[in-house]
């Protein structure tokens, strides 16, 4: 296990940037995000974990901040988003989540600050989202943009979800949906309701797009 997690570590980047050059990439909505960074708000990215390599590669080198878990899945995730330029705040929602929400909290509260999150992660159901982003995004007033990407040539792995990997040659579609506001004074469950609806909504979308 240990060598396979250095040979995923030392290989990863090239790897996924190799699979994402050779593909043409098509960016939709993208000035819903730069409005609002622009403006000094801070906004939670929300992509579902069967769709994480996208943002993973599309926002590279941009600073931004992503949650992953406490697992070796994760361990591997984060050191090559880190070489990429990524910031990565640990814990879950079975593991470490008080402190992981505590440093996304903080995070937030800086102006014009993004974080990647996948509500339905790290363990799923899948497309089902926890309350964590809703809850950061109601306490430091920071916008909630569902995400999503989908590619014409892809390998599916199946685990507990749908994992999405490209393969080289083809095209990929990257979606920003509509935004969320999340007023501290409403229900969090229905706004997290709202959360998951529209994320289900703009991959479906998106994907069907993609194929017309």
Request: glycine share 10%.
């Amino acid at each position: 296990m240990a060598g396979k997690k250095k040979t995923g570590i030392r290989f990863g980047k090239p790897l996924i940037g190799m699979l994402f050059r050779t593909n043409r990439i098509t960016m939709i909505n993208e000035e819903v995000l730069l409005k609002a960074l622009a403006n000094g708000r801070s906004v939670i990215l929300c992509c579902w974990h069967g769709r994480l390599l996208f943002p993973l590669h599309c926002f590279r080198k941009r600073g931004f901040h992503a949650l992953a878990g406490l697992h070796d899945d994760a361990d591997i995730v984060s050191q090559i988003g880190e070489k990429m330029g990524w910031h990565f705040i640990r814990g879950s929602s079975s593991s470490g989540g008080k402190e992981a929400y505590r440093e996304m909290v903080e995070v937030l509260s800086s102006p014009g600050q993004a974080i990647v999150v996948t509500p339905d992660g790290p363990q799923g159901p899948e497309h089902v989202a926890k309350v964590g982003a809703v809850k950061a995004a109601q306490r430091t007033d920071a916008l909630l943009i569902p995400i999503t990407g989908h590619a014409t040539r892809r390998w599916e792995i199946a685990n507990w979800d749908t994992f999405e990997v490209p393969k080289p040659f083809g095209r990929i579609r990257f979606a920003f949906g509509e935004p969320l506001e999340a007023d501290a004074e409403s229900s969090t469950e229905k706004l997290n309701s709202k959360l998951e609806n529209r994320m289900i909504s703009l991959q479906q979308g998106n994907d069907a797009q993609l194929i017309s």
